[in-house]
């Protein structure tokens, strides 16, 4: 089975801090992504990476960075966390080609930010 | 335009009857996938089931069956024999393009969903 895994399930943090989530993937998939998902606007794409030290933006990248060192783990980081950061974060894998593209998501991570 | 629509906000069944949850889609590009998903309460995004757009027959996996359309540009999604586990959040997306191609788009689009409640 695909495993996808995300640091924290839940997380509160104070305006101002540096803010990393952690998505890890052992599926050896080449592509990872991160999602942020609020209520009645659905997910919507916040970077990607198709290999390793490769990204590309998403529909909403601001205030966000992400690394990609290995090709099982990809970090989201939040250099200033604020307040309308407060959402529900998906991390996401895929391989490619077909239906083997089908994204595979971790359990996410309810972020917080006072 | 959206690319994904999903235009039940709430559906209501009632257990072991059978439900579609509507998906319609908007795309230019000949080559597309389109999948559907299930979140919980939990939060946690399942993978239900996948059509291509040149995949002849229609998707089915389990209870789920997708009703394709390319014509009309619709992807429903049919569960049938409803359960109570079945009540959660239903996501459409699609991926435009070909990854295969070096040229594709590997990012889904979703749509705002369905929450679907199934009623004892």
């Known amino acids: 089975d695909v495993k996808v895994t995300q640091s924290s399930r839940y997380l509160v943090k104070r305006t101002g801090e540096k803010v990393f989530l952690e998505c890890v993937q052992d599926m050896d998939h080449e592509n990872m992504f991160w999602y942020r998902q609020d209520p009645g606007l659905g997910l919507r794409l916040i970077y990607f990476?198709?290999?390793?030290?490769?990204?590309e933006k998403g529909d909403i990248p601001e205030g966000y960075s992400v690394s990609r060192e290995k090709k099982e783990r990809f970090s989201l980081i939040l250099e200033s966390a604020s307040t309308n950061q407060t959402s529900m974060y998906l991390c996401a894998s895929s391989t490619s080609g077909g239906a083997l593209e089908t994204q595979y998501f971790g359990p996410g991570t309810r972020l917080l930010v006072l | 335009a959206q690319k994904i629509t999903q235009t039940q906000p709430g559906m209501f069944v009632q257990e072991k009857e059978a439900v579609t949850l509507d998906c319609t889609y908007d795309t230019s590009d000949q080559s597309y996938g389109l999948f559907w998903y299930k979140q919980p309460s939990s939060g946690e995004m399942i993978f239900l089931i996948y059509q291509g757009s040149y995949d002849e027959q229609n998707a089915t996996e389990g209870r789920y069956s997708l009703n394709f359309q390319k014509a009309r540009k619709s992807a429903n999604l049919v569960i049938s024999a409803s359960q109570l586990g079945d009540s959660a959040m239903y996501f459409c997306a699609m991926r435009e393009g070909n990854p295969d191609s070096g040229a594709g788009s590997y990012q889904l689009t979703f749509g705002k969903g369905t929450k679907l409640s199934v009623i004892p």
């Open positions: 990476s198709y290999d390793v030290k490769m990204k």
